[in-house]
Each structure stands twice: as structure tokens, then as C-alpha cells.
């Protein structure tokens, strides 16, 4: 029986938008001819992989099925939720559809993550799945690169069988927690799962059993048309709002971990975002995108919807202009030298792998005092992201007017 692939890809994204409100949603921004969707139904292609099922919302419908169509996935279904009540209740709909059997392996992926290695990863899923019974859960860990308090950890221990069994979760803790957690060889814990339907089933009976009725109520009083399960909404905002770490994962004792040493990000912040263009800027290196001023220069990197991505070349001894924008944020991820800032009435040192918040209206500016070029990738987000919107109080070459 080949494994099903199951994609969560209802989040709204807001972390990387100042106006919340109204953004666009993490797994559908085009990055520069590829998306986190893209990537993430990408990885169902993989022989070992059944067609995929994706669970979202009315709101995302239409990106999702323009997706599929540009991948040539002909074959799949679609989940909608009617309301948003977070993953417990997605998870456990997905896994009640009809033409899914009791012993069905099924892949949960998140849609905004960005996996590389695939092989190692579908190698580490295929071994497992004789491991997979009616009542465990197995969740992904991933080899931490820093101590961040960005991601969740993991600890483990072996158990029979040659199996790491978690022992302990721990919620994104204090950098100075997480080099202990790592020198207990603590995982990240990168939210994705893999089980079995009749364990999803009996799990939820167990430890969430009014969700548990109201999914079930919520399907079978829902509609199928066009590959598509629209979930009755009655029924369905009668589940509880629980996240399935929460709901489920805090409550059993069945949990085991894959651990897996490859390149792995939820792109969930723009230092992320901006790891990936400095590690690819090759890509997107154009000579007509070089602009050259008196501290030095910057190169547009890639324009997006609502955002740009520049990285600024600061010579030694280059200063740029006290400045402040009406209509941007920015984020900047020092990549070489250090970077000597001034973010409205305080003066940081920033170095290599290090990054800065620059708010709307925050005045600002970056000099290097030293004898090496300082580096910085930057991003720009907000509504108009053009030279105009710079208002200078001063400035070394004279362009204060």
C-alpha cells in the first residue's frame, strides 16, 4: 500500500506581513517562478506516494486548483474547511473521507515548508511504515543548525526495535535553553506527521471525542462535487479549536520521532526568507539591477507582490542617509563585516547571520566603520517599495534637500 500524502494549507501566514489584515498567505507567494505549494506537491510526486489530499478553505480554493493544474495533478481530493478551528479538526477530516482505508498510511505535510534531500526523507518514511500501528504517532525532527527559540524541540529516547520514542516536548524555548536542549542531542520539531487512519480514529476517540463526532457529522452531512468534500459547517463548528499538538499529542505516550539531518525551514520569518535568496542570489543576478551610490551599492535581488528583496554592498567607510519610510518595513540579514546601526535612538552592532527589524516610520541607517565591505540581504515589505518613499534628516553626501 503506498503511503497518502496529506496537505495542511489553511494557514493564513500573517507573521510576515505588517498589515495583517491584508496579505497574501505564506504557501501561495511566488518567490521567483516557484511557490511553497508548488514545492510542497512537488514532494507527492515521489513513487512511494499515493494522489494527494489537500485541506484548506473556500477563501484558497482557486490557488489551490491553479496550482494543480500547473503540476499536472490530475488526480486528487480536496478538503474544505467551513470554518477555522486549526489542525486538530483539518487533520482528523482528511483522514474520515471515504476512499481511504482503516490501515492507510497517511503523510501530513505542512504547505509553507521548504524540505530539500527529498530521498533521505522518503527513504526514513518508507522504512518506517511497518513501524506505523492503530495507536502511534511518529513525528519529524530536524538536526538544529543554531540554538533558535524559532522552532519547538524534541527529546528522545531508543526503545525496542531500534525506535526513538519522544519523551519530552518543549515549546520554543530561550536561546540559552536551546543549546542545553541541543546538547541533549534535542530535535527541531518540524510539525509534520505520519500515521495510520485507524490511529487518528482511535485517538480521537480517546482523548477528543466530541471533535471526533462532529467531523464525522461534519462529513457526512457535507457535499462532494469535483473532487471536492465541502464539510457540513453546522457540524463542523461544533469541533473544538485545538491545535493536533494539543489535541492529541500532549495527551498519548505512543509518540516516536524520525530524525533527519537535511536542509529544513518553515520559512516563517524574513530572516528565513532572506537565507534562501543569500544562499541563491546567483539566480537572480542581472547587471542592469545594480545601482551604484556614494556608500557603495545595492542589487534588486527579486520583486514580489508587496515585497523586495535587495542585497546592499556598503564600502569601508560608507555611510548611508538618517532615513525613515512612510510605507515600508524593512528586515535585514547582515551576511559579512559588521554592521554599525542606528534604529531611532539607539546604535547596534550587527554581524554575520545576524538580523535587524526596521519598523514603519523607525528612523534608521547602517554604516560600516570598518576596513572590509559590510554585506546585508534585505527585504522590503510594505505597499510602495520605491527610491521616493526615503525621507533623508542626514546625510554625509549632501543629499538632504
Given amino acids: 500500500m503506498k503511503i497518502r500524502p496529506v496537505i495542511l494549507c489553511g494557514g ?85 473521507i471515504k476512499d481511504i482505508p482503516d490501515n492507510q498510511p497517511l503523510m501530513f505535510f505542512t504547505a509553507d515548508h ?86 487518528i480514529i482511535n485517538n480521537f476517540k480517546k482523548y477528543q471525542n466530541k471533535t471526533y463526532k462532529s467531523c464525522v457529522e461534519a462529513i457526512k452531512k457535507g457535499k462532494y462535487k469535483n473532487n471536492t468534500y465541502y464539510l457540513n459547517k453546522r457540524a463542523f ?41 543569500d544562499k541563491n542570489k546567483r539566480k537572480h543576478f542581472k547587471k542592469k539591477n545594480v545601482f551604484y551610490r556614494p556608500w557603495g551599492s545595492y542589487l534588486n535581488l527579486f520583486e514580489g507582490k508587496e515585497f523586495l528583496i535587495k542585497e546592499l554592498y556598503v564600502k569601508p567607510n560608507g555611510i548611508l542617509s538618517l532615513q525613515k519610510h512612510h510605507h515600508r518595513a524593512e528586515h535585514w540579514l547582515v551576511t559579512q563585516g559588521n554592521a554599525k546601526i542606528t534604529l531611532n535612538k539607539d546604535i547596534i552592532i550587527k554581524k554575520p547571520g545576524e538580523h535587524i527589524f526596521i519598523p514603519l516610520e523607525a528612523i534608521h541607517r547602517v554604516q560600516n566603520s570598518g576596513k572590509k565591505p559590510v554585506k546585508i540581504v534585505e527585504a522590503q515589505v510594505g505597499s510602495i517599495l520605491k527610491e521616493s518613499d526615503i525621507v533623508r534628516y542626514q546625510d554625509v553626501y549632501g543629499r538632504v534637500k
Fill in 237 to 277: 463548528e461544533k469541533s473544538i479549536e485545538k491545535s493536533f499538538d494539543y489535541a492529541i499529542l500532549e495527551k498519548t505516550n505512543k509518540i516516536n520521532a524520525i530524525k533527519l539531518d537535511i536542509p529544513w525551514s518553515d520559512l516563517g520569518s524574513w530572516k528565513e526568507i532572506l537565507k534562501i535568496y
Fill in 114 to 199: 521548504l524540505i530539500e534531500k527529498m530521498s533521505i526523507f522518503n527513504k526514513a518514511i518508507n522504512k518506517n511504515k511497518s513501524n506505523l500501528n492503530k495507536e502511534n504517532i511518529f513525528v519529524f525532527g530536524i538536526k538544529p543548525k543554531s540554538p533558535t527559540s524559532d522552532y519547538g524541540y524534541f527529546l528522545t529516547k531508543k526503545i525496542k526495535g531500534n525506535i526513538n520514542k519522544v519523551t519530552r516536548f518543549i515549546e520554543k524555548p530561550k536561546e540559552t535553553k536551546a543549546k542545553k536542549i541541543i546538547k541533549n542531542k534535542g530535535y527541531w520539531n518540524s510539525g509534520m506527521f505520519y500515521l495510520r487512519k485507524d490511529s
Fill in 12 to 96: 493564513a501566514g500573517t507573521r510576515l506581513w505588517p498589515d495583517k489584515k491584508n496579505h497574501q498567505a505564506k504557501q501561495f507567494i511566488d518567490f521567483g517562478n516557484w511557490t511553497l505549494l508548488g514545492k510542497t506537491l512537488e514532494r507527492t510526486k515521489a513513487s512511494i506516494y499515493d494522489s494527494p489530499i489537500i485541506s484548506t478553505n473556500k477563501k484558497y480554493l482557486k490557488e489551490v486548483k491553479q496550482h494543480l493544474k500547473k503540476l499536472k495533478i490530475s488526480k486528487y481530493k480536496i478538503v474544505l474547511e467551513p470554518a477555522k478551528r486549526n489542525t486538530a479538526p483539518a487533520i482528523l477530516s482528511t483522514a474520515l
